[in-house]
């Protein structure tokens, strides 16, 4: 299956270990990771930059291999995830930017153009994230309230 707005084919990418269990490397306990993952996230880093971080610095190739567990369901059972998905909140955060781009640069209808292709996307997965029951079924991407939401 091919990219959503890009002629790309893009399946090019690493593959996980086919083994479930940790490596005879990796020595951290599952404590030990629960403890850097709720220390990063109060922190206020988000599920993704606590995997790279505990990647680099600790050495943890894969939480879920050494916890049981994924970092975002360990965050929802401390009570630290945040509202919104990840995915989601990027996409706002993008179309807020560009709104912004096209204040000073009212031209600029490239920009106009991708503006429309993000917040189609943010649509669609917002609706994908209501049937998910992980948003409210009131919850409503606007334009005019984005900002308030990123910052």
């Known amino acids: 299956m091919g990219r959503m707005h ?7 990418r690493s593959s996980k270990p086919y083994r479930r269990t940790p490596p005879s490397w990796c020595k951290q306990t599952t404590a030990d990771v ?32 050494i916890t049981g567990s994924k970092i975002l369901r360990i965050l929802k059972q401390e009570g630290l995830a945040s509202e919104l998905p990840e995915d989601l909140y990027h ?9 912004k781009h ?3 640069n009212r031209a600029d209808t490239d920009s106009k153009f991708r503006l429309i292709l993000i917040e189609s996307r943010v649509h669609r997965l917002s609706r994908y994230y209501k ?6 079924p009131t919850w409503k991407y606007e334009s005019s309230t984005a900002s308030a939401l990123v910052s």
Do not use: Y
Request: no cysteine; charged share 25%; hydrophobic share 40%.
């Open 131 to 136: 049937t998910k029951k992980v948003l409210a």
């Open 34 to 65: 629960r403890q850097e993952i709720i220390k990063a996230a109060k922190k206020g880093h988000t599920p993704s930059q606590i995997g790279v971080t505990l990647r680099d610095s600790m050495g943890i190739p894969q939480v879920v291999s």
């Open 6 to 12: 890009t002629p790309g084919k893009g399946i090019a």
């Open 91 to 99: 996409l706002i955060k993008k179309a807020v930017n560009i709104r």
């Open 102 to 104: 096209l204040e000073r």
